[in-house]
């Protein structure tokens, strides 16, 4: 099992930018594939960012495609989300997560980790 801590979240005007980090202990992730899903009061947790273990591959919600990157750092244990042109609807709590497969990344299910979260508000 691995323990996953989120931070960077914060207040943020509409077209900001904030940097989210998931810092990883217990294990390395270099062996998990890394995403991000995001909660927004009364709805359901949403994907955001999925990364594969060497990082060559991403994927996107269709929300935040070329708004929104996500990378990782496997010597460091970190994964990022880098979210850049921050909407009002962009606002919830964001979530690092781990998985052992490498398919159906957009599925909650599919991650076994989860980090406690770290809330995002963006203001209009």
């Known amino acids: 099992q691995v323990q996953l801590v989120e931070s960077g979240g914060g207040l943020v005007q509409t077209g900001g930018s904030l940097r989210l980090s998931c810092a990883a202990s217990?294990?390395?992730?270099?062996?998990?594939?890394m995403g991000w899903f995001r909660q927004a009061p009364g709805k359901e947790r949403d994907f955001v960012a999925a990364?594969?273990?060497?990082?060559?591959?991403?994927h996107y919600a269709d929300s935040v495609k070329g708004r929104f990157a996500i990378s990782r750092d496997n010597a460091k244990n970190l994964v990022y989300l880098q979210m850049n042109t921050l909407k009002p609807e962009d606002t919830a709590v964001y979530y690092c997560?781990?998985?052992?497969?490498?398919?159906?990344?957009?599925?909650?299910?599919?991650?076994?980790?989860w980090g406690q979260g770290t809330q995002v508000t963006v203001s209009s």
């Open positions: 997560a781990a998985s052992v497969y490498g398919t159906n990344l957009r599925s909650p299910a599919r991650y076994a980790d």
């Open positions: 217990g294990r390395t992730i270099s062996t998990s594939t």
């Open positions: 990364i594969t273990k060497s990082g060559l591959s991403t």
